[in-house]
């Protein structure tokens, strides 16, 4: 969200057109992913100008109505919150569970 990124007054911002929560790619592209945070730390590092906004080279692969934004496996801490939902206070309270 580039637009909404400098509306804040970010120092400088290294923008991607990425769904929410995918900021740097797939899931497991490790590949994709390095070449995103290269790119990132690049653009940052070349910014000159206070509130300048770099758009990364960078498409997503999938039209947006078809990006699925949930695992096809919940994540461990799901999973165990399922299970044990009294769990979920000490996880809020910063208490991890093992």
């Known amino acids: 969200m580039p637009d909404l990124t400098a509306s804040v007054s ?3 911002v290294a923008a991607i057109e990425y ?3 995918r900021n740097l790619g797939q899931p497991g592209d490790v590949g994709g992913q390095t070449a995103v945070l ?3 730390f690049q653009a940052l590092q070349d910014i000159q100008e206070p509130g300048a906004v770099v758009h990364l080279p960078f498409q997503w692969p999938e039209p947006p109505n078809e990006v699925h934004a949930h695992p ?8 165990a919150i399922t299970r044990r939902p009294w769990l979920f206070r000490n996880l809020m309270n910063g208490d991890i569970p093992g």
Do not use: F, N, Q
């Open 10 to 12: 970010s120092p400088r």
């Open 19 to 21: 769904p929410l929560g």
């Open 38 to 40: 290269h790119a990132t």
């Open 72 to 79: 096809k496996e919940p994540p461990p801490i799901a999973k």
